[in-house]
């Protein structure tokens, strides 16, 4: 979502705030959940803890500029819940016995 709404600016549409000023910082942190999410998929823990983190931090920075209704803080907890749902989910995926080969 956010790799869409940033690059609207470059057909003439702003929504929510972002310009042309700022498509460089939001390409970069697009891509940057993108590779997460990628990690992820290779059910990567770090990758999972990391996405996590750095979606609360946006958060909290979002909830401190824009208080608590702009902030979107319901959606952002509902993202939280699943993100500790994925953390669990590679952690548990790593502690599964893996198959031995016969010998």
């Known amino acids: 979502m956010t790799l869409i709404i940033s690059l609207l600016p470059l057909l003439g549409v702003s929504i929510l705030g972002f310009n042309l000023s700022g498509i460089l910082w939001n ?3 697009a891509l940057f959940v993108g590779a997460l ?7 990567s823990r770090v ?3 990391v996405l996590f983190g750095y979606f609360l931090f946006w958060k909290v920075v979002l909830f401190l500029q824009y208080g608590l209704l702009q902030s979107g803080v319901l959606t952002g907890l509902i993202f939280l819940y699943c993100y500790v749902q994925g953390i669990i989910g590679t952690f548990d ?6 198959d031995e080969p016969n010998s």
């Open 27 to 29: 390409l970069v942190g």
């Open 93 to 98: 995926w790593h502690n599964l016995p893996k």
């Open 47 to 49: 990758c999972a803890v």
């Open 37 to 43: 999410a990628f990690g992820i998929s290779k059910k």
